[in-house]
């Protein structure tokens, strides 16, 4: 058969689209743009910043402060003048929620921050393999060995036998120190494992990139996500582990009171004075899922494989 030109149509000219290009934004720019369109994780951010501004400057503007006692006033109800009533001994309970926002607080930070210095112990672990990344795993296999809360209840005991003249919150701060970085480690350096032999590392391998650099800018970034939600949740953790500490004795001293001391306070006359609890119980509930919604809208932002 032979072939006829009718048989062939020419092509269509097609008119070039212009096509918008959005503007290149770095990762932390990207990160706070999905951010912004979780709605529960910015409810949750805003919440965090006014229960810590409350936590800062509420005391200070307060005419009562959380050591005053009025015996005339003891055990009342939420009033004009004193908004969640008073205790045992007729301190202003509001006032003492603020304050013991300052101390809990306090003390899940101090635990998060903590809880970071283990991206690198285990990002280094993870990266360098070999008889560096046994030998560093086993000590944390030791220190796993042993319950947390145990850890942190002999460093107590310990700590307050040294120290007798402190209040109990330098030695919670050193007791948790101690511990809570573990968790961290063993989460990063499985990561690590298993991001380290991605074509993308192979690559920056290729490039000359050096190993700090391949850990610091490629690996530790992708990690991201897990870090955020392992650090979120290590600041419930410490104040519930502080409030156990105070209910056993170990915890911060009087008169100062933390949430965990409030709540367990209150344990004794729960039937009779009953705002006395709700009000500790509810500020660590409604702080503690604030932390939780903002780290899972953190953890969806961070993760790079999400990055348009």
Not at 93 to 116: D, K, W
Not at 203 to 231: F, Y
């Amino acid at each position: 058969m032979a072939l006829s030109r009718d048989l062939f149509k020419p092509l269509q000219k097609r008119e070039f689209q212009v096509e918008l290009v959005r503007p290149s934004t770095t990762y932390w720019q990207d990160a706070w743009r999905r951010l912004k369109k979780n709605p529960v994780a910015m409810g949750s951010l805003v919440l965090i910043i006014l229960i810590l501004l409350l936590a800062i400057f509420g005391p200070i503007f307060s005419p009562y402060t959380y050591s005053e006692q009025d015996f005339a006033r003891k055990n009342q109800g939420p009033s004009a003048d004193h908004w969640f009533g008073t205790d045992g001994l007729g301190r202003d309970l509001f006032t003492r929620v603020l304050h013991g926002a300052r101390i809990s607080l306090s003390i899940g930070f101090v635990a998060a921050v903590v809880a970071l210095l283990g991206v690198l112990y285990g990002g280094i672990s993870g990266f360098a393999g070999g008889w560096v990344d046994t030998l560093m795993m086993r000590f944390v296999d030791i220190m796993y060995s042993i319950p947390f809360l145990l850890w942190v209840i002999l460093m107590m005991v310990y700590l307050k036998e040294i120290m007798p003249e402190n209040t109990g919150l330098i030695a919670m701060y050193i007791a948790l120190g101690l511990v809570y970085w573990l968790p961290m480690a063993r989460i990063v350096r499985g990561q690590i494992l298993s991001l380290k032999e991605q074509e993308f590392i192979l690559a920056a391998h290729t490039i000359g990139a050096s190993r700090t650099r391949i850990l610091l800018r490629h690996l530790i970034p992708n990690c991201m996500g897990p870090v955020i939600v392992t650090a979120t949740l290590a600041i419930p953790e410490a104040i519930f582990t502080e409030a156990f500490l105070s209910f056993i004795g170990l915890g911060v001293s009087a008169p100062r009171a933390s949430w965990g001391t409030l709540a367990s306070d209150a344990l004794v006359s729960l039937k009779s004075y009953p705002h006395l609890l709700f009000f500790p119980a509810a500020a660590i509930c409604i702080t503690l899922l604030a932390f939780n919604f903002l780290g899972d809208g953190l953890r969806d932002a961070l993760d790079p494989k999400m990055r348009k």
